[in-house]
């Protein structure tokens, strides 16, 4: 079964695992191959040919976005003729971004569409799986700010999608939240502690191949 671990034992465990001789990178390169496979898997199931899926990824600024960003080229190497698109909520330049770009990705970012979100909410609209890379182990609740922001004009996108697509793909119905709710999610490591169970499953959690000594 799924376990859970406090933001504290979390990065206790990265940092061991660096410490270990498991760079960052490393982990980041495993978390968004593991993202990248659950999607091929739905992708593999849902669809008959790889030309009709479109997948966005939210990336955020830190680590999480790092992974998405990973899951995004990984995507696009083994579905070349699939629509692949990342929308950054901030501007980044680095390594992993470049390796993205030269895939092939689509990069739009919150910074040059600040008028109406047009780009975000017509990304949304046209996405067979949204993939939300946004957000970390530091995020505390309620959400505030751009996140939350940019969230919410994606929950409104999905809204309106439901209500008029003719196509219907993908689409569950949920009750209203202030954001989102993730189904499934796909974790990067299991460490157990004693924590209630919740009153009923909201996720369905894939773990990481976990390495020896960790």
């Given at each position: 079964m799924p376990k859970i671990v406090t933001t504290e034992q979390m990065r206790a465990i990265e940092t061991?695992?660096?410490?270990?001789?498991?760079?960052?990178?490393?982990?980041?390169?495993?978390?968004?191959?593991?993202?990248?496979?659950?999607?091929?898997?739905?992708?593999?199931t849902d669809f008959n040919t790889k030309t009709e899926a479109r997948v966005l990824l939210l990336v955020g600024p830190g680590n999480n976005g790092g992974d998405g960003l990973v899951a995004a080229r990984y995507l696009k190497e083994n579905y070349p003729a699939a629509h692949?698109?990342?929308?950054?909520?901030?501007?980044?330049?680095?390594?992993v971004l470049a390796d993205v770009r030269e895939a092939g990705v689509f990069i739009a970012d919150a910074e040059n569409d600040v008028s109406d979100r047009r780009v975000l909410r017509n990304l949304v609209l046209d996405a067979d799986i949204l993939v939300d890379a946004l957000l970390g182990i530091g995020t505390r609740l309620p959400l505030e700010g751009e996140a939350a922001a940019?969230?919410?004009?994606v929950r409104t996108a999905l809204e309106n999608r439901r209500a008029n697509s003719p196509r219907k793909r993908n689409l569950t119905p949920t009750e209203p939240l202030e954001e989102l709710i993730a189904d499934p999610t796909v974790e990067a490591f299991q460490e157990e502690v004693p924590v209630p169970p919740p009153?009923?499953?909201?996720?369905?959690?894939?773990?990481l191949p976990q390495r020896p000594g960790l």
């Open positions: 061991a695992a660096d410490a270990g001789g498991h760079p960052y990178a490393a982990m980041m390169d495993l978390a968004g191959q593991a993202i990248a496979e659950r999607v091929m898997l739905r992708l593999a692949v698109s990342c929308y950054l909520l901030k501007p980044r330049q680095d390594a940019y969230l919410k004009t009153p009923a499953p909201l996720h369905d959690c894939g773990g």
